[in-house]
């Protein structure tokens, strides 16, 4: 188990806000160049990751300050601290 206070204290998983096809962000600005999906494990936000070019779950957590993602990929459970910059 990490050591990570964030990591520890967040769930595994978390019901996704609608949409739950694609970048919240990316939809709404009518763009769907997104690489990969994350998960906010605080709110449920769906976000781009870092390899698209809007990087809009990083984005999410500097507006938010919600600490930790959670990959929103099939089959992968991994989940990422920002505070931290650790995975878990």
């Given at each position: 188990?990490?050591?990570?206070?964030?990591?520890n204290a967040?769930?595994?998983?978390?019901?996704?806000?609608p949409?739950?096809?694609?970048?919240?962000?990316c939809?709404?600005?009518?763009?769907?160049?997104w690489?990969?999906?994350?998960v906010?494990?605080d709110?449920?936000h769906i976000?781009?990751?870092?390899?698209?070019p809007?990087?809009?779950?990083?984005?999410?957590f500097?507006n938010?300050?919600?600490?930790?993602?959670?990959?929103?990929?099939p089959g992968?459970?991994?989940?990422w601290c920002?505070?931290h910059?650790v995975?878990g």
């Open positions: 188990m990490s050591a990570c206070e964030d990591l967040a769930p595994q998983d978390i019901t996704p806000l949409p739950t096809d694609g970048c919240a962000d939809l709404a600005a009518g763009r769907r160049d690489v990969h999906l994350r906010c494990l709110c449920g976000g781009c990751c870092d390899f698209s809007q990087k809009h779950a990083t984005a999410h500097h938010s300050s919600h600490p930790v993602i959670r990959s929103y990929e992968e459970d991994w989940r920002f505070v910059e995975i």
